[in-house]
């Protein structure tokens, strides 16, 4: 976070938006859910790494197409389908110079360790994700303040709670792997 300046609400997210945009008949019933997520993800990511310009867009990207391999692919195991299908839109978008630390983003966001390899946004993007899917009950350097302004502008809508029906559903067929997502 920039030292000094209070994080600011990004209300707007035009890359994420036309995105999901894409990817809106495959999300179906979740997308407000999803949506909020994005949001939620990018602001508190935005908001702990001070990315703008490129970078900001490099955000809105992965926090676009990280979860989306759950609905394009059908899968619980949605990390590589993801950054596949980012690394696609990047390539077609004239973007391939993103398409490491981007995939990197996605396929790191649910390490449990801090990242420490390379790209600059990838461990603000893990910490950001990590905020959100524990509701704000991990903080990991955003201010809690913050934290409760982006989780009342974008509001859960069923997002956590489609998980957990995910996270039920996967269990009873892989009771010995009911998070493939985890990473150390």
Known sequence: MTAGRAPRLHRTLPAADALLAEHAPAIGDDLAGYRNHVYRVANLCLALSGADGEARERVEVAAALHDVGIWTARTFDYLAPSAAVAADHLRRAGRAAW??????????????????????????????????????????????????????????????RRLAALTLARARVHPLSPLPMLRL
């Open 99 to 160: 398409v490491p630390e981007v995939t990197t983003m996605i396929a790191e966001h649910h390490r449990v360790r801090p990242y420490r390899g390379a790209g600059a946004l990838v461990e603000p993007f893990r910490r950001a994700d990590w905020i959100d899917v524990s509701w704000g009950a991990l903080a990991l350097g955003a201010p809690r303040a913050f934290v409760r302004a982006v989780r009342a502008a974008w509001p859960d809508a069923g997002f956590h």
